[in-house]
Every structure is written in structure tokens, then in C-alpha cells.
């Protein structure tokens, strides 16, 4: 086998690597920690997956802080071309594999297991065996040498497929073993049953067999004799036991029938005793029928009735008589009754009407003198009215007085008034009213001529405003020329005084403001006397005014005079109507008095009837109450007739009834004397006897019956034991022969067993005979090429794998005794020597796995390493397809084909791989 190509990927230190691997020896080669067994273990991980983890888990294998890994493995076997691809995925804290494939030239195999057992086949190895022999790991330089002989032959004889011999050995063995065991089981078996068939045949079973089967022949017929006796007790018994019942039934019937006469007897008595109380009932009945009879003909007499009053009660015979009667009187009582009901309703009516008149009668008085009081007030306030109005009529008077003396006055008043406007008016200035010529006013022109006076005066006033404005204009204009002139300035044109025209501008001016002023006082005087006049015009106005009303008042008051004059003349009428009223008034009244009177008179003796009709009506009750109880005393009377007849029925029912019991009674009795004389004492007493003997005999034969059959059953049970214990000894006899049977077939198949046990333990004694002198050889071969110079002859390999090494001076040495470097080198030479057994073969060479060897070199000094190198170099020489060699040592890069330097990143902190070539080795040595 060799491996062509490696890839990993976050795979421990490595983050993304791939590498390819060439035949012949290869030296992997870098620093402590650079990633070199690594390397190595990515390749065993990728054949064997989990199984090389020895003690790790998956989750080891992950580059620390990476979820997946990837692992892939291409080599090449026996001339065919293979490729491993295992996917690792991390989850939570366990990692699992979630793919691998194995490709070969032919199939494609899935999944871990069955990649492996695939691996394990083709390479005739199982990890374990894969680093026992092609793979040293570092640190287990020295693991054969350690190893006790036993386990060394274990580790040596599974790699030379030995251990599959020795576990079929121990198999056929085991096979062997087990059917001994049930060989002798089967033996102790078979010596048992056939004990048991000889104690059986001693026991003479057909003999007992007779003899039991005649006793039983005997037992039978006893029996059968027994049985036919006890059916003749039986028969005896029972015809007693019949006698003796039937005089039991008959004892019991007697007895009954004592019962039943007792019982008619006292139900005879019983109904004896009603009939008698029946008997005084209808005598208290009678009784009270003759008292009512008596209170019947008092009411009779009372009500005067027409009816026969002698009623004979105490005789039966005289009672339909009696009933006719008594219909007859309630006939007369019903129409008397009804007579005096009819009475009674019309006296009820009459009482009403009474009523109702006394009632409407009382109510004309009342209405009567409320009408005549009313009539009397009526008067007397028409007589109050009327003095109301004559001292009205004084008032009026004095009225008309004061209105009178008042409108003189209000004359007086207007007169003083006008003669105001006839005086003359004062004289004023004639040019300063314009249109006022006329010196007097009129009564009625005042208002007007105030008027014209106000507008004269407003205008008087508007043309003194004009004046006082064109005085201050002018003013103005002679101030300025004044300052113009002293600055020697025109004062109208501002020009220098010499050349100016109008330098006397200023006289002219000044005259005009003097004229001025003179027509604003002229105006201001004129406006003095047109207030005057005003004032005096105003104040006739106020007369003018005054006289107006004045007449308007004096107008009202004569018309109110008037007024009065004509209510005063109407008044006095209406006191002469109320006088004559009051008079007629007083007259009705009286009218109205004396008809009240009389009509009360007519209510006394309305009252009087009213008394008369309730006697009456009281008499018409008292004879109703009476007629009453004469009807109540009839239906008591017929009542008390009829119960008297239901009872004397009910005695003659009662009577005919004891007579049929005493017929049934006198029946009974005659009953009873005929069973009483039927049974005879001595026929009792036989039957009695004969029954108790016959009872004797069944119980003691039942007894001996009981017993026979007992006896009758053991026997027969005895028959079926001996009957059995017949076949039982057939059924044995068939048993000795079928164990003897497979007792012959397990002896056979142990003798078979042995046979093969033995076969598998001389032919893996064979091999590993014939393979430990292989081996031996080669040993011996390679311990020569690493020792030749030193002071050791030869090694022995024994049967048992006990290994001893051999010095020049033929002293024997153990492999512990040998110094460390050593113990590698012997190590390393018995692994080299075990490849070659392997690779050569027990028949002919067998494709190997690289020889991997992680720092071969730890415990070696120089000049042994060059030894190391030797041994290298004949494997390639024996070989041995492709070696690497793992480690950190320089020197043995001189036995390299090629190189591999694995470098550690140190910011990712990721393993790289770089392929070398020699010269670079040399290099790396001249260093
Ligand atoms: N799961 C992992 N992820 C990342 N790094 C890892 C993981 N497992 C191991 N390592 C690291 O891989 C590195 C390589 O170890 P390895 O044994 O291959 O080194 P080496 O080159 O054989 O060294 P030496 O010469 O000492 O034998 C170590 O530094 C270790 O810390
Ligand atoms: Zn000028």
C-alpha cells in the first residue's frame, strides 16, 4: 500500500493542508509542536477513523473554535487506486461524523462502520494491528520489548492471524466441553430409567392383577343382593308412612272445623248484639218523633192553619197516613208563606215611598226659608244702596260747587294773561333788525317772531367772526413788513427799499385794520340789543304759552260740571227704584214663611203612617219565623220516619243471616262426628311400628351398602394402579431405548469436538513454529545490520516469544537489561523484522501498509542514529514501498528521498506543509 495524497482540513493544528507523498522514504520534518504526528495521525484517522483515536474523542480532532472538519485519504493497494473521505461536524460539546465514504475501483462504501470493516480487510489489519506493526507512534519505541511474553505472543500471533486459530481451538473446545456435560446428564438419565423398568418387573403385576378383578366380581353381587332387601323396606315404609299421614290430615281438618264453629258461634252472638241496639235506636227515634209531633200542632194552632193537626206517631201501620199529611201541610205552610211574603214586599214599598216624600217635603221647607231669608237681605241692602246714594248726592253737590268757584278763577287768571300783550314794546335801534317794524305781538305770534330774532342773530354772529379773522390777517402782514423795512428791505417783495415800488404798502394797510375794528364793535353793539329784545320776546312766548292752558283747563272742568249735573239727576231715580224693591222684597218673604209652615204640618203626619207600616211588617216576620220551623219540624219528622224504617230493615236482614249460619253450623258439627269416628287407635299404633322398623333396617343397610361400595371402589382404584404402573413400564421401556439412542449420537459428536480441537492447536502450534523461525532469521538478519559493531552476537526468539540477546562473549542478556538507546534499536529491529515476516508472508508476499515511524530517535546518540539510517535503507532495500519517517532531527535527512517541513503560522497559529527536495537538506545540515 501506499498513500498518494493527504488533504485535511481544520483538522487539529492544520486549517486548510494538502500533501502528496511519493514512494521510497520521506522525512517530516519541523520544529516541537509544528504539526508532524499530527500529520501521521491525519492518515491513520482517515483508515481507521474513531478506532485511532485510542482514547481521544472526535471532538478532539476539530480544530479548537471550527464547527466541521474534513479528512480525505487517497491511496493506492495491490495495484488498485482508493480514496477515503470522513466529514466531522461538531455538535453541542460531541462531534459525530456525518460523512464517510470509501471509493474503490469498484463500489462505493458508506458509513463509518462498514468503511472500516472494508479498511480492516484489505489491509489485513485492525488498528490495534496497524500500530503494532506498520505504524510506531511516538513514545512506543520501546512497546514490544515491554510487553510480557504472553501479551507479546498475543500482539505477534494476532498479527500473523494466529489468535483466529487459537479463538477456534478454544471454541471447538468450549463445543466439546458442553456436549460432555449433556453426554453425562443423558448417561445419569439413562441408568435411572432403566433402575426403574427393573424395579417394576420385579413386582409381578398380571397375578395382582387377577386377584384384584375377582374380588371385585364378588363384591359386586353382595351388593346387588343388599339392594333388592332395602327395596322392600322401602315399600313398607312408605305404605305406613301414608296411614300416618292421612290420620294427620284428618287431626288437622277436625281441628279447623273446632276453629270454624267457634268463629260462627261468635259472629251469631256478634250480630244478635246489633240487632238489639238496632232495636233501641229506633225506640230513641220514636221518642223524638212524639216530641216533635206535640211542638208541630202548637205552631199549627199559632199560625192558624187549616190542616189536620193529630198526628198518631207510636203506629206503624198509620205512617203513610202520616205522610200524606205532612205533604199537605207543607203545601199550606208554602202558600201561606207566600201570601205573607207578598204582603210583606208591598208594605216595603210603601215604606219607601213614605221616605222618599217626608225626604223631598223636608227639603221644599228648607229651600222655602232659605229663599225668604235671602229675599229679606235682598231689602235691607237695597235699603243700604239707597242711603248710599243720598249721601252721594250730598257729596256731588259740594262737587259742583267748588268747580264752579274754580272755573271763575281760571277766568280771572286768563284775562291778566292777555292784557299783557295789548302794552307797548320798548324801543329799540331800527337798524339793527332788519325786517322788525311793528313795536307790538299779537296773542299767537311769539313763537314766530322769536324765531325770525334767533336767525338775525346768528347771522350777526358769523359776520363778527369774519371781521375778527380779516383784523388778524392784516395784523400779521404789518408785523412782517415792519421786521422786512428795519432789515431796509421791501416789506411787500423783499427787495432792497431803493429799487422796491411798493415801500408805502403799509400805511394803506394800517387804515384798513383801523376801519376794521370800528365795524366789529358797531357789529358787537347791534348783537347786545337783539339779545335784549330776544330775552323779551322769550318771556311773552312763556305767556303766550301760559294762556293756552289755562283755557284747556278751564274747557275740562266745565265739562266735568256738566258730568256731575247729569249723574245727580239719575241718581235720584235709582234711589227711588231700590226703596220700592226693598218694600216688594219683604212682602215675598212673608209669602215663602207661611207656606213652610204649612207643609211641616204634612211631614208630622207622614211619620205617623211610617210607624203604622213597620208594626205591621214585624207581625208578618214573627209568623214567617214560625212557619219556618213548622217546615223544619216536617223534614225533621219525615227523617227520623225513614231511619226508622232502614233500621227494622236492616234487623230482618240481620235475622236471616244468623239463620243460614246456624244451618252451615249444625253441617260442620255433623262433619266433624263423621271424621272423628273414621280412624281406629289399632291401626294407628300397626302403622306406627311397622314404619320404625322399616326405617331400622334402611339405616343399617344404608350402612353396609356404604361399605361395600367403599370396599367395591378401593379394589377397582387397585386395578387402575396396577394398569397403570403396566403402562408406566412400557413407557419406560420405550425411554431406555431413546436415550440410548442420543447418548450414542453426543458421544459421536464429542469424539468429533476433540478431533477439531486438536486439529486448530497443532496447526497454529505448526505456524507459529514455522513463523518464529521466520521471524527468528530476520531478526537475526536485521540486529546484525544495527549492531555489527557492537559487543552483541546473536538474538534467540523461543516458541513462547521470550526473546533473549546473546553477547560475544556468549553471556545471555534479558531486553530490559539492555541500555535505552539500545532497547530502541532492538525495538525498532524486531518491528522491522515482524514487516518483513508480514510483508514476505507464510505463502508469499502480501501488499504492507507504509512503515511509519514518529521520532524513531529520542533515545539515540549520533553514531547510532547512523545505524537508525541503515536500518532505514534496508528496508528500502528489502522492499518496503514507501517509509516516513517523523522527526525533528536533522541528521537523518540524509536518507531521505524527499522531505516534507511542517511550519507553524505563528499569528493563525495553523500547521502548513511544504514538500522539499535534497538540496535543500543539505542546506539544512550545513547549518
Ligand atoms: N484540536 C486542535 N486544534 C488546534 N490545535 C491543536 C488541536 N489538537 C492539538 N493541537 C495542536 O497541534 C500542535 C501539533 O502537535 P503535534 O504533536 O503534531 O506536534 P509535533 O510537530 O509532532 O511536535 P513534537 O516534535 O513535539 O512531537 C500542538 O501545538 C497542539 O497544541
Ligand atoms: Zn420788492
Known amino acids: 500500500m501506499k498513500v498518494d495524497r493527504i488533504r485535511l482540513l481544520n483538522f487539529k493544528c492544520y486549517g486548510d493542508a494538502d500533501l502528496e507523498l511519493d514512494r521510497g522514504v520521506t522525512v517530516v520534518h519541523g520544529v516541537n509542536g509544528s504539526g508532524k504526528s499530527t500529520l501521521l495521525e491525519g492518515v491513520f484517522f482517515a483508515l481507521y477513523g474513531?478506532?485511532?483515536?485510542?482514547?481521544?474523542?472526535?471532538?478532539?480532532?476539530?480544530?479548537?473554535?471550527?464547527?466541521?472538519?474534513?479528512?480525505?485519504?487517497?491511496?493506492?493497494h495491490d495495484g488498485r487506486a482508493y480514496h477515503v473521505e470522513r466529514h466531522l461536524k461538531l455538535r453541542g460539546d460531541r462531534a459525530t461524523t456525518t460523512k464517510c465514504v470509501l471509493e474503490t475501483p469498484t463500489e462505493s462504501i458508506e458509513g463509518a462502520r462498514d468503511v472500516r470493516r472494508e479498511v480492516t480487510t484489505l489491509l489485513r489489519m485492525d488498528a490495534e494491528a496497524f500500530v503494532n506493526c506498520a505504524y510506531v507512534r511516538q513514545g512506543e519505541v520501546n512497546k514490544l520489548i515491554h510487553a510480557s511474553p504472553s501479551d507479546r505472543q498475543d500482539m505477534i500471533d494476532d498479527l500473523l492471524q494466529l489468535g483466529a486459530l487459537e479463538e477456534y481451538r478454544e471454541r471447538a473446545s468450549d463445543a466439546r466441553l458442553g456436549v460432555k456435560t449433556v453426554l453425562d446428564g443423558q448417561r445419569e438419565v439413562l441408568e435411572n430409567v432403566r433402575q426403574q423398568v427393573e424395579e417394576k418387573e420385579d413386582g409381578d403385576l398380571h397375578d395382582r392383577l387377577n386377584a384384584l378383578e375377582s374380588r371385585n366380581a364378588e363384591l359386586t353381587k353382595e351388593l346387588d343382593n343388599y339392594e333388592t332387601q332395602r327395596e322392600q323396606a322401602r315399600e313398607t315404609f312408605e305404605t305406613a308412612n301414608d296411614v300416618l299421614e292421612r290420620h294427620a290430615e284428618t287431626r288437622e281438618e277436625i281441628e279447623e272445623l273446632d276453629e270454624e264453629i267457634d268463629d260462627f258461634r261468635s259472629k251469631i252472638s256478634e250480630t244478635e248484639r246489633q240487632r238489639e241496639d238496632a232495636h233501641e235506636e229506633i225506640r230513641e227515634k220514636s221518642d223524638r218523633r212524639e216530641e216533635l209531633d206535640d211542638e208541630r200542632e202548637a205552631l199549627l194552632s199559632d199560625v192558624d192553619l187549616d190542616v189536620d193537626r193529630n198526628v198518631n206517631s207510636d203506629d206503624g201501620d198509620d205512617g203513610d197516613d202520616t205522610e200524606d199529611a205532612d205533604g199537605s201541610t207543607l203545601e199550606?205552610?208554602?202558600?201561606?208563606?207566600?201570601?205573607?211574603?207578598?204582603?210583606?214586599?208591598?208594605?216595603?214599598?210603601?215604606?219607601?215611598?213614605?221616605?222618599?216624600?217626608?225626604?223631598?217635603?223636608?227639603?221644599?221647607?228648607?229651600?222655602?226659608?232659605?229663599?225668604?231669608?235671602?229675599?229679606?237681605?235682598?231689602?235691607?241692602?237695597?235699603?243700604?244702596?239707597?242711603?248710599?246714594?243720598?249721601?252721594?248726592?250730598e257729596t256731588d253737590k259740594d262737587a259742583i260747587e267748588e268747580r264752579e268757584e274754580k272755573l271763575d278763577e281760571l277766568d280771572g287768571k286768563i284775562e291778566t294773561e292777555r292784557e299783557r300783550f295789548s302794552e307797548p314794546e320798548t324801543a329799540t335801534p331800527p337798524q339793527s333788525v332788519s325786517d322788525s317794524d311793528g313795536l307790538s305781538i299779537a296773542l299767537g305770534d311769539a313763537e314766530a317772531a322769536l324765531e325770525a330774532l334767533e336767525a338775525d342773530r346768528e347771522d350777526l354772529t358769523d359776520k363778527i367772526g369774519d371781521i375778527t379773522a380779516d383784523i388778524r390777517t392784516i395784523e400779521n402782514a404789518i408785523e412782517e413788513g415792519e421786521t422786512l423795512l428795519e432789515e431796509g428791505k421791501c416789506p411787500e417783495c423783499g427787495q432792497s427799499v431803493e429799487d422796491s415800488p411798493h415801500v408805502d404798502v403799509l400805511s394803506e394797510k394800517r387804515d384798513e385794520l383801523a376801519e376794521r375794528r370800528e365795524t366789529l364793535e358797531e357789529r358787537e353793539t347791534e348783537r347786545e340789543a337783539l339779545d335784549e329784545r330776544i330775552e323779551r320776546v322769550e318771556s311773552l312766548r312763556e305767556a303766550e304759552r301760559q294762556v293756552d292752558r289755562l283755557e284747556e283747563n278751564r274747557d275740562n272742568i266745565a265739562r266735568l260740571l256738566e258730568e256731575k249735573r247729569e249723574t245727580i239727576s239719575d241718581r235720584r231715580e235709582q234711589?227711588?227704584?231700590?226703596?220700592?224693591?226693598?218694600?216688594e222684597y219683604e212682602a215675598d218673604a212673608e209669602d215663602k214663611r207661611e207656606r213652610a209652615d204649612e207643609l211641616e204640618e204634612s211631614v208630622d203626619s207622614l211619620r205617623g203612617d211610617l210607624g203604622e207600616i213597620n208594626g205591621e211588617r214585624s207581625e208578618i216576620r214573627e209568623m214567617l219565623e214560625r212557619l219556618s220551623r213548622v217546615v223544619d219540624v216536617e223534614t225533621e219528622r219525615?227523617?227520623?220516619?225513614?231511619?226508622?224504617?232502614?233500621?227494622?230493615?236492616?234487623?230482618?236482614?240481620?235475622?236471616?243471616?244468623?239463620?243460614?249460619?246456624?244451618?252451615?253450623?249444625?253441617?260442620?258439627?255433623?262433619?266433624?262426628?263423621?271424621?272423628?269416628?273414621?280412624?281406629?287407635?289399632?291401626?294407628?299404633?300397626?302403622?306406627?311400628?311397622?314404619?320404625?322398623?322399616?326405617?331400622?333396617?334402611?339405616?343399617?343397610v344404608d350402612a353396609k351398602l356404604e361399605d361395600l361400595r367403599e370396599a367395591r371402589t378401593e379394589v377397582q382404584n387397585e386395578i387402575g394402579a396396577v394398569e397403570r404402573e403396566l403402562e408406566e413400564l412400557e413407557e419406560l421401556r420405550d425411554r431406555v431405548k431413546a436415550v440410548e439412542a442420543r447418548c450414542e449420537r453426543l458421544q459421536s459428536l464429542y469424539d468429533e469436538a476433540e478431533t477439531l480441537q486438536a486439529t486448530y492447536a497443532d496447526l497454529r502450534a505448526e505456524l507459529r513454529q514455522h513463523n518464529v523461525e521466520t521471524l527468528d532469521r530476520l531478526l537475526n538478519e536485521t540486529f546484525e545490520l544495527v549492531y555489527q559493531n557492537d559487543s552483541y552476537a546473536g538474538i534467540d526468539l523461543d516458541g513462547e516469544y521470550r526473546l533473549t540477546v546473546y553477547q560475544k562473549d556468549g553471556e545471555a542478556l534479558e531486553p530490559e537489561q539492555l541500555s535505552g538507546g539500545e532497547r530502541a534499536l532492538f525495538n525498532l529491529s524486531l518491528r522491522c523484522a515482524i514487516y518483513r515476516l508480514l510483508a514476505e508472508g507464510v505463502e508469499g508476499a502480501a501488499p504492507m501498509p507504509p512503515l511509519i515511524l514518529d521520532e524513531p530517535t529520542v533515545f539515540l546518540d549520533s553514531g547510532h542514529i547512523t545505524q537508525l539510517v541503515s536500518l532505514v535503507e534496508s528496508m528500502r532495500e528489502h522492499g518496503v514501498e514507501q517509509i516516513v519517517v517523523v522527526s525533528h532531527d536533522e541528521e537523518l535527512v540524509g536518507a531521505a528521498d524527499s522531505l516534507v517541513r511542517v511550519r507553524k503560522d505563528a499569528t493563525s497559529n495553523r500547521s502548513r506543509l511544504e514538500r522539499g527536495r535534497p538540496p535543500e537538506i543539505d542546506l539544512l545540515v550545513s547549518d
Open 50 to 76: 474513531s478506532k485511532a483515536l485510542a482514547d481521544r474523542t472526535l471532538d478532539d480532532v476539530i480544530t479548537t473554535g471550527e464547527e466541521e472538519s474534513e479528512i480525505e485519504l487517497w491511496f493506492t
Open 332 to 393: 199550606a205552610v208554602e202558600s201561606r208563606t207566600e201570601t205573607l211574603e207578598d204582603r210583606d214586599d208591598e208594605l216595603r214599598d210603601d215604606l219607601e215611598d213614605v221616605r222618599v216624600e217626608i225626604t223631598e217635603t223636608n227639603s221644599d221647607i228648607e229651600r222655602l226659608r232659605d229663599d225668604a231669608s235671602d229675599l229679606e237681605s235682598q231689602a235691607e241692602t237695597a235699603r243700604e244702596d239707597a242711603e248710599d246714594l243720598a249721601s252721594k248726592l
Open 575 to 583: 234711589r227711588e227704584q231700590l226703596r220700592a224693591d226693598a218694600e
Open 638 to 700: 219525615s227523617e227520623l220516619a225513614s231511619g226508622i224504617e232502614t233500621l227494622r230493615e236492616r234487623r230482618d236482614d240481620w235475622q236471616t243471616m244468623n239463620d243460614e249460619r246456624r244451618e252451615t253450623l249444625s253441617g260442620k258439627r255433623e262433619r266433624k262426628r263423621d271424621l272423628e269416628s273414621e280412624f281406629d287407635d289399632e291401626r294407628v299404633e300397626t302403622a306406627r311400628q311397622d314404619k320404625r322398623d322399616a326405617e331400622d333396617y334402611l339405616e343399617k
